[in-house]
């Protein structure tokens, strides 16, 4: 697993570093990337990335990069996403597992958004109260961390230091 995160994840951003994106960029790319990645509907996250990354003039490949490893983390954290948003409405618990949720979705996506309309909004509900403080908690974590490893990347930079 840590020969894949390596491969897939860090070795990428390392490579980003060295063309010479601005570690403030990349950061906000990654913390985008993985919180929108996490938005709890399905199909929404890579094209609102896309956009994202075209209006602001960010990184698209980082972007989209973290987007995709951060999709099984997506799955995981849905359910958790509507049980949050259930509580702050204070709606009744929907019986939901991810099994049935793919189950519907494989009779099609409109039959799954109309079956499942009301824990749609409950996770997107549930997203909203945490993803934009994570986003914004995980750009702050990752500057420094980016800009340490820049530093790091240059010629002639002491790297025992």
């Known amino acids: 697993m840590i020969q894949f995160l390596r491969r897939k994840l860090v070795d990428p951003i390392l490579g980003l570093l ?17 919180g929108i990645g996490l938005f709890p509907v ?17 990184n698209l490949a980082a972007i989209q990069l973290v987007n995709y490893l951060i999709y099984p983390l997506q799955l995981l954290l849905i359910i ?9 409405t204070g709606a009744a618990r929907q019986p939901l597992t991810i099994e049935a949720g793919l189950e519907l979705l494989a009779d099609g996506v409109w039959n799954a958004v109309v079956t499942l309309w009301d824990a749609i909004v409950h996770a997107t509900l549930g997203w909203l109260v945490v993803g934009p403080i994570g986003i914004y908690l995980l750009y702050r974590l990752l500057v420094p961390m980016l800009a340490r490893a820049a530093r790091s990347l240059k010629p002639g930079t002491d790297t025992t230091s």
Request: net charge positive.
């Open 80 to 88: 958790p996403f509507v049980r949050l948003g259930e509580a702050l």
């Open 42 to 58: 399905l199909g929404i996250s890579t094209p609102l990335l896309a956009v994202i990354a075209l209006v602001q003039r960010l």
């Open 18 to 34: 060295r063309q010479g994106l601005a570690p403030r960029e990349l950061a906000l790319c990654l913390a985008l990337g993985t």
